[in-house]
C-alpha cells in the first residue's frame, strides 16, 4: 500500500502523544496558558507537538510541519519547560519496537524546543508538508469533553494520510454518539480510539493502546436513506461555528433529532464510523480563517469513509494555499449521496442572510 511507513509512523506518533495528554488531564495542573488570540494552550498541547514532530523528523528528516505550537513560551517560561520536559520523557511506548521506529525519547530539553518550532512550515503546494494539532479541541480536553490529536501527511498541497487520536471516545457501542462531558481519561474502561485512512485505500478505526498498535478494523459511514433521520454534529463553542445558521439548515432539510455538540475532529471521526451522519461548521466571523490542521487528517478520513467534504459553497478544501484553509468559508461533511441535498440548503441559509 502506498504510503504504508508513513501511516504507521503516524499512528504510532499520534498513540504515544496520547499518553502524554491523558497523563496531563489526570495531573492537577494543566499548565494552562491563554494565547494571543485568547484560546487556551497547556503543557499537553506543547508536549504532544514535541514528541510527534520529533518521530516525523526522525523518520523522514526533510519533511516539513505545520504545527500549531511552538516554543516561544517555553524559551522565556523555566518552570514551564521543565514540567514539559518532565512529561516528555515518561511518554514512551510500551513496546521496543514501536519506540524504535519513533526514535525513541527525546535526548535532551534542546532537542524538545528544536523539535516544537519545526512546526513552522508555512505549509504550500510543492513536496511533503504535515499537519499537525497536538490537541484539537483544547477547551473540551480542559473540560473533560471529546478532544482529538490531529496529524495528516499532505504530498503537493493534497492530504494523502490523516490519523486521529480520540482518547475520550468509545471503543464499543459505535452508533452511539458520546460527548463524554467530566469522563475519567485516566486509562477509563472502553474508551480511546485510533482512527487512519490513506487516500484510495480506506479507512479504519482501532482502540488506542500503550504499545503496539491493536488490530484495526474497516469504517464506514452509515447508510442514510431518510434525510430527516439524520443526526448532525456541531461544534461546542458557539463562537467557532454559527449554531443559528445550522439549526436553520437543518429545520430546512426536515431534521427533527437535535444535534451532537462535541469539541475537535472527534466529529469527523464520528461520522465516518457511523455515529452520526452530518457535521456542519459555518462560519461566525467573516475574516477568521481555518486551520489546515483542524481539518486534513478529518477530511480524507471521512472521505475514504463514503463521505464528501467541502466548504460552505461547495468547494473543495484546499489544503495547498498555506496554513490556513484562506480559499474556503466552512465545512460540509456528509455521506456522498446526500451531501448535494446537503449543500443546496445550506447555500440557500447562507444566501438569504
Ligand atoms: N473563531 C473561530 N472560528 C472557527 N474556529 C475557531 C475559531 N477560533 C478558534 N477556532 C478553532 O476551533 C478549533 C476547535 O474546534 P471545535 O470544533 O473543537 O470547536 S469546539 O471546541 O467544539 O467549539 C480550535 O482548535 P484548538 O485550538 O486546537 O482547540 C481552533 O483552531
Ligand atoms: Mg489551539
Ligand atoms: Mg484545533
Ligand atoms: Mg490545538
Known sequence: MAYENELHLAQLAVQRATLLTRRVYAAKSKGTLSKSDASPVTIGDFGAQALIIAAIKHAFPSDEVVGEEDADDLRTNEALRSQIWELVQEATLDDAE???VLGGPIKDVDGMLTALDAGRSAGGAKGRIWALDPIDGTKGFLRGGQYAVCLALMVDGEVVVGVLGCPNLPVDDKERLDTSIGADQTDAEGKGVLFSAVLGHGA???PLTRG???EGTTIKMKPLEDITQATFCESVEA???SHGDQA??????GITKESVRMDSQAKYAS???GAG??????PISKTYQEKIWDHAAGVVIVGEAGGTVTDAWGKKLDFSIGRTLSGNKGVVAAPKAIHPEVLKVVIEVLSSK
Open 277 to 282: 451522519d452530518l457535521y456542519l461548521r459555518l
Open 248 to 253: 436553520a439548515i437543518a429545520g430546512k432539510l
Open 239 to 241: 463562537g467557532h461555528s
Open 98 to 100: 514501536a519506540e524504535a
Open 204 to 206: 479504519t478505526s482501532r
Open 212 to 214: 503496539a498498535l491493536a
Open 271 to 273: 461520522i465516518a464510523r
